[in-house]
């Protein structure tokens, strides 16, 4: 099956140029997914992924808590290919599909993620 996808070049059309205020005390977790198919849009994805958690200090200063970063490589099929990640565990995942599921597949790989409280390191 050939799907024909409508691909925009233009980046961001609303990029946002300011961040609300962080709250003294206050946790923030940010992240970041980039996709992107150097091959053309029917072939293999590269995926980048990073978080991290940011702690406001009560003097308003920004700490670092955890971060976190994944690598992956998703061919057309889409079966999850090459995956770098410090946490071993993570290779079960390797040649699983990406599709309908995975979610719940990589959770039960590290079932301690789906704790709500959990840093991104554990």
Known sequence: MTQDVA????GP??????????????VRRTST??????????????????????RTTPDGVAMVLDSARCNALIPADPVLQRLHHPDPRLEALLALSVADGFRGKA???VPERARPETGLGG
């Open 7 to 10: 691909i925009s070049r233009g």
């Open 13 to 26: 059309k609303q990029p946002v140029t300011a961040f609300a205020v962080r709250a003294p005390g206050s």
């Open 33 to 54: 997914i980039n996709l992107i198919r150097p091959d053309g849009p029917s072939d293999n994805v590269v995926v980048t992924a990073a978080a991290r958690d940011l």
């Open 107 to 109: 959770l039960t790989t």
